[in-house]
T-cell receptor, first 111, second 113 residues
Framework: KQEVTQIPAALSVPEGENLVLNCSFT??????LQWFRQDPGKGLTSLLL?????REQTSGRLNASLDKSSGRSTLYIAASQPGDSATYLC??????????FGAGTTVTVRA | SAVISQKPSRDICQRGTSLTIQCQVD?????MFWYRQQPGQSLTLIAT?????????ESGFVIDKFPISRPNLTFSTLTVSNMSPEDSSIYLC??????????FGEGSWLTVV
């Protein structure tokens, strides 16, 4: 069974600083690695998907990397803004699309 | 992207009653999933909703407590039966969309009193 760990559990940074969120997983046979954002009282918004054959994905200020051999993924958010404050979840999927989630990193960006 | 709608968005339920949550996807999909997020926790997969056959449940979840229907390729329901305060959670429906990205509905927030 895939186990997913996210470190740190919480992070508080001043506006403008770059964010680095870490995710580790136990099963290197991961199919896809997906990062989500969850705002308080809301559902999940997909940020980036990295397929198992890829090493990274980028979207605007977001960049996510995947290293299957070490069982790690990192989400970078450049030049953070107060609107980036949310909980960020990483999830590994099997080839039948079942997701195993980490506990999340709660980010606060201070204005 | 796939658009997934859930109803109800929130509800307060009496102990011992049952509630059915609906999930509608804007296109035909092969696979639909139900997750639970208990307060302060991450998401846990309850079951896979299979069209035309019984749902497949994950360890710790049983059909008597969480019956699921999947009458067609765009719709599924999850019933939370004989509710107790421990069932107070967010229940989320998901499905793979374009490019294998997995999309979620906004969730159904249940409080059992």
């Amino acid at each position: 069974k895939q186990e997913v760990t996210q470190i740190p559990a919480a992070l508080s940074v001043p506006e403008g600083e770059n964010l680095v969120l870490n995710c580790s997983f136990t099963d290197s046979a991961i199919y896809n690695l997906q990062w989500f954002r969850q705002d308080p009282g809301k559902g999940l918004t997909s940020l980036l998907l990295i397929q198992s054959s890829q090493r990274e994905q980028t979207s605007g200020r977001l960049n996510a990397s995947l290293d299957k051999s070490s069982g790690r993924s990192t989400l970078y958010i450049a030049a953070s803004q107060p609107g980036d404050s949310a909980t960020y979840l990483c999830a590994g999927s099997t080839n039948d699309y079942k997701l195993s989630f980490g506990a999340g990193t709660t980010v606060t960006v201070r204005a | 992207s796939a658009v997934i709608s859930q109803k109800p968005s929130r509800d307060i339920c009496q102990r011992g009653t049952s509630l059915t949550i609906q999930c509608q996807v804007d296109s035909q999909v092969t696979m639909m999933f139900w997750y639970r997020q208990q307060p302060g926790q991450s998401l846990t997969l309850i079951a896979t909703a299979n069209q035309g056959s019984e749902a497949t449940y994950e360890s710790g979840f049983v059909i008597d407590k969480f019956p699921i229907s999947r009458p067609n390729l765009t719709f599924s329901t999850l019933t939370v039966s004989n509710m107790s305060p421990e069932d107070s959670s967010i229940y989320l429906c998901s499905s793979p969309g374009p490019g294998n990205t997995i999309y979620f509905g906004e969730g159904s927030w249940l409080t059992v009193v």
